[in-house]
T-cell receptor, first 112, second 113 residues
Framework: DAKTTQPNSMESNEEEPVHLPCNHS???????IHWYRQLPSQGPEYVIH???SNVNNRMASLAIAEDRKSSTLILHRATLRDAAVYYC?????????????FGKGITLSVRP | DAGITQSPRYKITETGRQVTLMCHQT?????MFWYRQDLGHGLRLIYY???????DKGEVPDGYVVSRSKTENFPLTLESATRSQTSVYFC????????????FGPGTRLTVT
């Protein structure tokens, strides 16, 4: 399985934008880039995913490099509730490749 | 209520006992998954199922058994619990029709003494 590399942790200030990086240099052409987050004492929740183009939804934006070897999750205005572990995951499109392989993720702390 | 539920939420059992963790989803999602999460680690896949009566091993299947006779249920059984199976267990489901997003349950915290 192609792997991702994320920093261990990041800090941000409340109400400021946050850019969470992810490297995936061995990504294959059919791998989707997924982001999940896990709040303390909860199960992971889906944030966003993309293939080639940048994506926006109500939670965040996903910026994908042109060569697809890296991506950035953007939280436009961090809140205290965004403090969580964020996982960047590559996922195949169908069948057995639809499994998620979680790494350790990046722990985001948000300062008031 | 709609969604994905797990029971029990907390369980303490003794070494050697059999214990079953339940997972139920109301979306009729074809895929279901079991993960475990140990302190300081990410989630590791135990077993998954692509449909009723179809299951397959994940990364750490030893010591676990699964079944899926109905689409909505995916129980996980520890046949003879060991202390190393103390963990938080998460169930998830997904549908190919919804972009393969996985929806996770609230987790079961299992302690094996």
């Amino acid at each position: 399985d192609a792997k991702t590399t994320q920093p261990n942790s990041m800090e941000s200030n409340e109400e400021e934008p946050v850019h969470l990086p992810c490297n995936h240099s061995t990504i294959s052409g059919t791998d989707y880039i997924h982001w999940y987050r896990q709040l303390p004492s909860q199960g992971p929740e889906y944030v966003i995913h993309g293939l080639t183009s940048n994506v926006n939804n109500r939670m965040a934006s996903l910026a994908i490099a042109e060569d697809r070897k890296s991506s950035t999750l953007i939280l436009h205005r961090a809140t205290l509730r965004d403090a969580a572990v964020y996982y960047c995951i590559l996922r195949g499109s169908t069948g057995a490749n639809s499994k998620l392989t979680f790494g350790k993720g990046i722990t985001l702390s948000v300062r008031p | 209520d709609a969604g994905i539920t797990q029971s029990p939420r907390y369980k303490i059992t003794e070494t050697g006992r059999q214990v079953t963790l339940m997972c139920h989803q109301t979306w009729s999602h074809s895929y279901m998954f079991w993960y475990r999460q140990d302190l300081g680690h990410g989630l590791r896949l135990i077993y998954y199922s692509a449909a009723a009566d179809i299951t397959d091993k994940g990364e750490v299947p030893d010591g676990y058994v699964v079944s899926r006779s109905k689409t909505e249920n995916f129980p996980l059984t520890l046949e003879s619990a060991t202390r190393s199976q103390t963990s938080v267990y998460f169930c998830a489901s997904s549908s190919l029709d919804r972009g393969n997003e996985q929806y996770f349950g609230p987790g079961t915290r299992l302690t094996v003494t």
